[in-house]
């Protein structure tokens, strides 16, 4: 637990991109995913999910940075793009008091709606989401799957617009906030962005370093999925799905090359009016 001096809650934008990128990386230390980030890591994961500095708060106890929380804003929508406490800070109270002066925040610029995700198996933060009032959406699935025996595919492989155009016309519900053409837009004229499209079905996916990541797919069948994503794996690097639906065609059809997910997420939404 922390010391007797009170924490205040200040704007992200007070600090440096790397402060914040510390700080972010000490608030997940021994989480069920632990994250480590660098400046520029967290600078672009600003930028891809649109997390407003201003809007974002930083927990200090003197002159320590003991949590922070992340928010989006896209219109009158927000999403906690993370919200962590440092280990020795826990159970105080510091999240509660994150959450809930981000919700002001968010509801202060125009926000409606908050949303976010966390992980099956994280407890202590579910009973905290639903004490503040989050009721659950949908669950998501995040999915690593390494290259296999190539398989026959007839897709062929197109520009990432044409191909992201296609998935609006396919798809039947809406993206999670990370999968969100919004955030699609970043990247769809990125090197290493191509496009994927089949019969009844089309994705966008991005060559990293290590992976093909699978940013947005949609298919009228499992088996037209399993085909989009069959061409997405003989490019014989592991492919990375994050946040995928329960039951969507695409979730179901990454089952023929992988046993389990990696990870299950519950989707959450808060009404703020």
Do not use: C
């Amino acid at each position: 637990m922390g010391g007797s001096t009170s924490v205040r809650l200040v704007p992200a934008s007070t600090f440096s991109i790397d402060e914040l990128a510390l700080t972010f990386t000490e608030s997940f230390e021994g989480y069920a995913v632990p994250m480590d980030v660098d400046g520029p890591t967290f600078r672009r994961m600003a930028e891809l999910f649109d997390i407003d500095a201003d809007a974002s708060l930083v927990a200090v106890r003197g002159d320590e940075r003991v949590g922070l929380v992340n928010v989006g804003l896209r219109g009158r929508s927000a999403w906690i793009g993370g919200m962590g406490v440092t280990a020795r800070e826990r159970r105080g109270g510091i999240g509660e008091a994150l959450m809930r002066a981000a919700h002001e925040s968010a509801a202060e610029r125009g926000a409606a709606e908050v949303w976010l995700e966390v992980i099956t198996t994280n407890e202590p933060a579910i009973r905290l989401y639903e004490k503040l009032g989050y009721e659950h959406v949908r669950e998501l699935e995040i999915w690593a799957v390494e290259p296999v025996e190539a398989q026959a595919s007839a897709a062929r492989e197109t520009g990432a617009r044409e191909a992201h155009a296609r998935v609006r016309e396919l798809r039947r519900e809406p993206e999670p906030w990370q999968r969100a053409d919004e955030t699609l837009e970043h990247v769809l004229d990125a090197e290493g962005t191509i496009g994927l499209v089949g019969d009844g079905a089309a994705a966008v996916v991005r060559a990293t370093e290590s992976a093909t990541v699978v940013e947005q797919i949609a298919a009228e069948t499992a088996d037209a999925a399993a085909d989009v994503l069959a061409a997405a794996l003989a490019r014989g690097a592991t492919l990375r799905l994050t946040n995928i639906p329960e039951g969507d065609e695409a979730a179901l059809a990454i089952r023929r090359f992988g046993d389990e997910p990696a990870l299950r997420q519950h989707e959450l939404r808060l009404a703020l009016t």
